[in-house]
């Protein structure tokens, strides 16, 4: 009995001098947690209270609930219960409404980006590879897309503008052409082996392929595989697959890129795969980085595809900026490394999807697959022959069916020249951008203002943000918003409405942090629906659209359902 009570003793002992040392960490958690619901800033605007008490009920819905992120979902249900402003973190408002959206993305306007919706993408630490390598401050994130402070941002934003330009682009037409000849070729052999087609492996590796030629004047060469090295497939979309993840526990990535890649690969594979894509692109930084020191600043590409191709345009993105006259602070490894992870994986992954669902709606439309080949066909004499982007803009009817893809600021910035009906071919692109909402993240930004939104005040600093298929499926403006309707450009008479209409239109957003790199995905897509279509026969196999199309999934950019086997594809028949 004695020896009873001297454990139980012991018991309490213990849990009494573990309970003294959480106390003071539970009851400075539980005075947060009442500071957010009662005392914060925020804590008059409305919401769900667990909302605005921290960030655990975001992260329950977007990896506990269903096939994860479905925060954008519960975003939805707030809105319809509490109206058009909802608080959906302890610092976070979202706004419904169209006509806000001129304020809060206003052009001339100082906006900073919001930190914890860039730190999921591993932009804020430099790699343990480099003896230099610390936790790097708010301004000092290195990419165009992680840097936080709207001056800074325009200054790194000035410093690549000309390499992605539309005369850019066109000076590289060539390198383009020559990774989309490859990949038609992989897929003639595919034909001869009784093979079926991955599009999503096919479309990454030849994006891939363009974009680290472009990059680095050494191509990644994912297109000399026969399968199309599904490996990089998995990369891209890994970086994207961890977004949920990473938006609950900041610093993941970062963690990750420290550790040994074996270990990382045992405790989560998806986060692997960014550190491996990570690991591939600082070995080719770092080369031209060597070669840079080495040449003391007097250095090129000579050797690469862009050299042979095109004499005038011999260096890469990178060299260029390496001799560019920017701060040295700007022309550093890790810098360089993140600036090119974020042009490659937006490239690779949004690009590739885009195609993809574009080939897929092609081809369970047999009428329009049909006009289409045929328009094809009587403008490029030979199937293997590839024409130019320039001729490939004055089709009228691939333009119409391409650029619903693209871009706002594509459609703006590079409209196809003599065509026949500028309205109706308008209102074709315009209902295809709508529908497809290619990123489906809200996009928070922060304002050092108050911002007024009717009768609300929002205070200065505050994370406000609004999503892209808020107001691209708003179901007021755009009468059955799921369905695809170019005519609803055109039959509408009343102005107001036309005016709403035009307002919401805001496919990819807008303002000063639009896509950098939407005239190199212009050419590529052109380019790659061309040759496809006037080449082979194309039919779908085992592809369901619910399953392998539809979004179903927020990962910043727009996802499918997880069972999704991609959008797969056989050629029955091949011009000659």
Not at 20 to 27: E, G, K, S
Request: net charge neutral; with cysteine.
């Amino acid at each position: 009995m004695l020896n009873i009570i001297n454990r139980v003793l012991s018991l309490y002992s213990e849990i009494t001098a573990v309970s003294i040392f959480l106390f003071p960490f539970v009851t400075c958690y539980v005075c947060y947690l009442v500071y957010n619901i009662y005392f914060h800033p925020l804590a008059e605007f409305p919401g769900p209270k667990l909302a605005g008490a921290s960030r655990w009920y975001e992260g329950y819905f977007d990896n506990l609930v269903s096939h994860g992120g479905q925060y954008m979902y519960e975003i939805d249900r707030m809105h319809e219960e509490y109206g058009p402003i909802v608080r959906i973190a302890p610092n976070e408002l979202h706004i419904q409404d169209v006509e806000f959206h001129g304020t809060l993305y206003a052009l001339g306007a100082k906006r900073n980006k919001v930190p914890y919706m860039i730190d999921i993408f591993g932009t804020n630490l430099a790699s343990p590879s480099f003896p230099s390598a610390n936790i790097r401050t708010t301004a000092e994130r290195d990419s165009v897309f992680g840097t936080v402070q709207h001056d800074l941002h325009r200054i790194r934003r000035m410093a690549l503008n000309p390499f992605f330009s539309k005369q850019a682009v066109t000076r590289i037409e060539s390198v383009i052409q020559s990774k989309v000849r490859r990949m038609c070729d992989n897929v003639s052999a595919c034909k001869h082996r009784g093979q079926h087609i991955q599009l999503r492996h096919a479309l990454t590796a030849s994006t891939v392929d363009i974009t680290t030629e472009y990059c680095f004047a050494r191509c990644a060469n994912t297109l000399d595989q026969p399968d199309f090295s599904p490996e990089w497939d998995e990369m891209m979309r890994g970086v994207s697959e961890i977004v949920p993840l990473a938006r609950q526990f900041p610093g993941v990535v970062q963690i990750a890129q420290m550790l040994p890649i074996g270990l990382v690969r045992l405790l989560n594979p998806l986060v692997a795969k960014f550190s491996e894509f990570d690991q591939l692109v600082r070995v080719q930084v770092s080369e031209i980085f060597t070669r840079y020191r080495a040449s003391k600043g007097e250095f090129s590409a000579k050797e690469s595809e862009l050299s042979r191709e095109r004499p005038d345009q011999a260096n890469s993105i990178f060299h260029e900026i390496l001799k560019a006259k920017i701060p040295e602070s700007e022309k550093t490894v890790d810098r360089m490394t993140q600036e090119a992870q974020s042009i490659i994986s937006a490239a690779s992954e949004t690009t590739s999807s885009v195609l993809a669902t574009t080939i897929f709606h092609i081809l369970d439309n047999p009428d329009v697959h049909e006009r289409l080949k045929a328009e094809l066909k009587g403008a490029i004499e030979h199937p293997k022959a590839l024409a130019e982007w320039r001729r490939l803009q004055q089709l009228p009817y691939l333009v119409s069916l391409l650029l619903p893809q693209l871009l706002s600021s594509v459609s703006s910035s590079s409209a196809p020249v003599d065509l026949p009906s500028k309205t109706k071919q308008s209102a074709t692109v315009k209902e295809g951008l709508r529908i497809s909402v290619a990123i489906c993240g809200r996009l928070p930004l922060v304002a050092p203002e108050p911002l007024q939104y009717k009768s609300w005040t929002i205070p200065a600093g505050t994370y406000v943000g609004m999503s892209p298929k808020d107001a691209l499926h708003h179901p007021t403006i755009y009468p059955s918003p799921k369905a695809f309707d170019p005519s609803r450009w055109l039959t509408t008479d009343d102005p107001k409405h036309k005016a709403m209409m035009e307002m919401a239109f805001l496919p990819f957003n807008k303002g000063p942090r639009v896509c950098i790199g939407s005239q190199l995905a212009y050419a590529n897509i052109y380019h790659v629906l061309a040759a496809l279509f006037r080449r082979f026969d194309l039919e779908l196999v085992d592809t369901i659209r619910e399953r392998d199309v539809d979004i179903a999934r927020d990962q910043f950019v727009s996802k499918p359902h997880p069972q999704s086997k991609g959008v797969s594809v056989r050629v029955v028949g091949e011009a000659e």
